[in-house]
């Protein structure tokens, strides 16, 4: 009896599971992301590999304070990057395919534990709104640094349930503070959870002093590298962040809250969501049956899933055509000083591509802010864009320029090579 059900729990894990995975991976090339901010990730993580390890991170980009300061992710996350980066040879493909993998990872380990702590039905339900949710589809499809938020959250919630279980217990509080000043270098706003926690281990722990010292210095440990760049450098972040909240206070710059800055909180919804379709599951199952019929429906037709709404358009590119168009580059053999620029969105500069050129084919363009003095430029546009009369920046600054095209890289874009 007890073998039949093992198995029949194995049957319908394995059943969600390989769904999930299908999901994700159908025409993964075409819905996978790799834009500005993830090829931003990866250069400044390449460039820790090739030329000089660093305690700092990457800037915030959408975060500055009115005196020019940026805040910076900790560099925790680009350590992270850095076997990614060397064992896929600096390919983005393979790099985001492990992202899919952590969200789908994330997802067994929310039913193991949720099955140790309840029982295996409250486990799977509450796996499937974690995996089915169209916002971790959407998360499982590129390179984040807050990617990493839901596997935090979930570990998070098994210690706080392992130090209720041992109200003496040191390692868990330990272990509770790596893991929020991890978060806190990801995502400043995990304060608040890191906060939420602290006050948990003050009201559970039979400890208290003992465990409060314990969970600083766990986050210390936690973002260190942050900690680290502060003492060196008159406390850069921290005068960041207290410029930040000033300028906020003040009016002078516009702060926002999204989603994204509270994903350690999804498997919580999860578990949430799945405790309250058990209860009602033992009391009716077919409206338990139909509300997750529902809830697949609204997520897989979901934009963020990027199965039916929000799929690439004819002015998108994929990263076949990226990593194509870098090879035709390349074969161009380029002079020494050259530089690129897309024009399909803000990203004229092309650090997608910057990245692939410089990482994958060892060629070098010229900086970002260098459009001037240049031997060629290589130039993505889409097939009606009048090149004789440039819209940006970079093509104004290059003015006048022979114009050769080079491949036609899709049926509705360009490659164009700029001379003097």
């Given at each position: 009896?007890?073998?039949?059900?093992?198995?029949?729990?194995?049957?319908?894990?394995?059943?969600?599971?390989?769904?999930?995975?299908?999901?994700?991976?159908?025409?993964?090339?075409?819905?996978?992301?790799?834009?500005?901010?993830?090829?931003?990730?990866?250069?400044?993580?390449?460039?820790?590999?090739?030329?000089?390890?660093?305690?700092?991170?990457?800037?915030?980009?959408?975060?500055?304070?009115?005196?020019?300061?940026?805040?910076?992710?900790?560099?925790?996350?680009?350590?992270?990057?850095?076997?990614?980066?060397?064992?896929?040879?600096?390919?983005?493909?393979?790099?985001?395919?492990?992202?899919?993998?952590?969200?789908?990872?994330t997802g067994i380990l929310l039913y193991h534990f949720i099955k140790k702590a309840s029982n295996s039905?409250?486990?799977?339900?509450?796996?499937?709104?974690?995996?089915?949710?169209?916002?971790?589809?959407?998360?499982?499809?590129?390179?984040?640094?807050?990617?990493?938020?839901?596997?935090?959250?979930?570990?998070?919630?098994?210690?706080?349930?392992?130090?209720?279980?041992?109200?003496?217990?040191?390692?868990?509080?330990?272990?509770?503070?790596?893991?929020?000043?991890?978060?806190?270098?990801?995502?400043?706003?995990?304060?608040?959870?890191?906060?939420?926690?602290?006050?948990?281990?003050?009201?559970?722990?039979?400890?208290?002093?003992?465990?409060?010292?314990?969970?600083?210095?766990?986050?210390?440990?936690?973002?260190?590298?942050?900690?680290?760049?502060?003492?060196?450098?008159?406390?850069?972040?921290?005068?960041?962040?207290?410029?930040?909240?000033?300028?906020?206070?003040?009016?002078?710059?516009?702060?926002?809250?999204?989603?994204?800055?509270?994903?350690?909180?999804?498997?919580?919804?999860?578990?949430?969501?799945?405790?309250?379709?058990?209860?009602?599951?033992?009391?009716?199952?077919?409206?338990?049956?139909?509300?997750?019929?529902?809830?697949?429906?609204?997520?897989?037709?979901?934009?963020?899933?990027?199965?039916?709404?929000?799929?690439?358009?004819?002015?998108?590119?994929?990263?076949?055509?990226?990593?194509?168009?870098?090879?035709?580059?390349?074969?161009?053999?380029?002079?020494?000083?050259?530089?690129?620029?897309?024009?399909?969105?803000?990203?004229?500069?092309?650090?997608?591509?910057?990245?692939?050129?410089?990482?994958?084919?060892?060629?070098?363009?010229?900086?970002?802010?260098?459009?001037?003095?240049?031997?060629?430029?290589?130039?993505?546009?889409?097939?009606?864009?009048?090149?004789?009369?440039?819209?940006?920046?970079?093509?104004?600054?290059?003015?006048?320029?022979?114009?050769?095209?080079?491949?036609?890289?899709?049926?509705?874009?360009?490659?164009?090579?700029?001379?003097?």
């Amino acid at each position: 009896m007890l073998k039949g059900i093992k198995k029949a729990e194995g049957f319908f894990l394995g059943l969600l599971l390989i769904f999930a995975l299908f999901v994700r991976f159908i025409d993964y090339p075409n819905r996978l992301i790799f834009g500005p901010e993830q090829s931003m990730s990866l250069i400044t993580t390449g460039e820790m590999i090739k030329d000089k390890f660093t305690l700092l991170g990457e800037p915030y980009i959408q975060r500055t304070t009115s005196t020019g300061l940026y805040l910076f992710h900790s560099a925790v996350f680009n350590y992270s990057l850095i076997p990614l980066e060397i064992l896929f040879n600096y390919d983005p493909f393979y790099i985001t395919v492990f992202f899919t993998f952590l969200n789908i990872f994330t997802g067994i380990l929310l039913y193991h534990f949720i099955k140790k702590a309840s029982n295996s039905k409250v486990a799977w339900f509450s796996t499937f709104l974690f995996l089915l949710n169209s916002k971790m589809i959407h998360h499982s499809l590129f390179i984040w640094s807050l990617n990493y938020l839901p596997l935090i959250g979930l570990l998070s919630l098994f210690l706080m349930w392992k130090l209720i279980k041992n109200k003496n217990g040191l390692l868990p509080i330990f272990i509770l503070g790596l893991l929020s000043g991890i978060g806190f270098g990801l995502q400043y706003v995990y304060a608040i959870s890191a906060f939420v926690i602290f006050l948990f281990i003050l009201f559970v722990s039979k400890r208290k002093l003992t465990g409060s010292a314990v969970y600083f210095i766990g986050a210390a440990f936690g973002d260190l590298p942050m900690i680290s760049f502060d003492i060196k450098h008159s406390f850069y972040h921290l005068n960041s962040l207290h410029m930040y909240f000033l300028d906020l206070q003040a009016g002078r710059i516009s702060g926002f809250y999204t989603y994204y800055q509270f994903l350690n909180l999804w498997p919580l919804f999860a578990i949430i969501g799945g405790v309250l379709l058990y209860q009602l599951f033992i009391r009716n199952k077919l409206i338990v049956y139909a509300l997750l019929i529902g809830y697949l429906f609204f997520n897989l037709v979901s934009p963020y899933s990027k199965l039916i709404a929000g799929k690439i358009t004819a002015n998108d590119i994929t990263i076949t055509d990226l990593t194509r168009m870098a090879n035709i580059i390349a074969k161009d053999n380029p002079p020494k000083i050259f530089n690129i620029a897309v024009l399909l969105d803000f990203d004229t500069q092309a650090h997608p591509l910057r990245y692939v050129l410089t990482f994958k084919h060892n060629l070098k363009p010229q900086p970002v802010e260098k459009y001037a003095n240049l031997d060629a430029m290589y130039v993505l546009a889409l097939q009606d864009y009048d090149m004789k009369l440039p819209r940006v920046w970079e093509l104004q600054t290059y003015l006048p320029y022979k114009i050769t095209l080079i491949d036609s890289l899709t049926e509705n874009h360009r490659l164009y090579k700029l001379t003097k």
